[in-house]
């Protein structure tokens, strides 16, 4: 299926412009910056499928990204959260296009929470897990920018991130380890991916 046609098919600003609930939707969510847009280019193969960018808060809307043909699947790009400069509306706003469409969405089969390796998790990452465990949507934690880091740490975090993947309801017991720009992950990210959509 990666290997076939992905295509962009939309952004939504706002839940009225979500595309028909009509096949099953996996969602990146994560702190911008933490490289949501990247993966989503690397299971896909694709270089410039979803735009991504070194200024924190690029994505803004949901992005909808059709894949097979005909239609299998959808990827959504969630805006990030958590940048220092944020504007309070903008962090407003955010937070009710993410809760209502975790909520809401009975198409969404699983989100995929990414955590920068050479962070950890963050508070504003264990809001989203909580969100996500009230909204009952299984996820799961994937490092990203493992490249970034030296093994030693990157073994550190992963048992951190385990920990914490833990003591969430419906956060998967073991989390992912990748790099967009090597290629660590991508293709257990993909398997993750067929198997959430069943
Ligand atoms: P927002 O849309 O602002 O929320 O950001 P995002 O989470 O979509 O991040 P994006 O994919 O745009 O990546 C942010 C920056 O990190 C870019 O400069 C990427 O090139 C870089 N980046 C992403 N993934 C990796 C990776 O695996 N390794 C390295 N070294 N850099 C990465
Ligand atoms: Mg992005």
Do not use: C
Not at 31 to 43: D, H, P, T
Not at 59 to 75: A, C, K, S, Y
Request: glycine share 8%; proline share 6%; charged share 25%.
């Amino acid at each position: 299926l990666f290997a076939g046609p992905i295509g962009f098919l939309k952004s939504a600003p706002g839940l009225e412009h979500l595309p028909s609930p009509d096949v099953p939707e996996v969602t990146f969510a994560g702190r911008s910056n933490v490289g949501k847009s990247s993966l989503l280019n690397a299971l896909a193969g694709r270089n410039a499928l979803a735009r991504t960018s070194n200024t924190p808060g690029r994505t803004q809307e949901l992005n909808f990204f059709d894949v097979g043909d005909p239609l299998v699947f959808r990827l959504v790009d969630m805006p990030g959260y958590g940048f220092a400069k944020a504007p309070k509306d903008m962090v407003r706003k955010w937070r009710f296009l993410v809760n209502d469409y975790l909520r809401g969405r009975v198409v969404l089969k699983r989100a995929l929470v990414l955590i920068d390796s050479r962070h950890g998790t963050k508070d504003v990452d264990r809001e989203i897990m909580t969100m996500l465990d009230k909204a009952a949507v299984s996820y799961r934690l994937v490092l990203t920018k493992a490249d970034k880091i030296k093994a030693s740490d990157l073994a550190t975090v992963t048992t951190a991130t385990i920990a914490e993947a833990r003591k969430h309801v419906a956060a998967h017991p073991d989390i992912l380890v990748t790099s967009s720009e090597t290629g660590l992950g991508i293709p257990e990210l993909r398997a993750a991916v067929l198997e959430a959509i069943g």
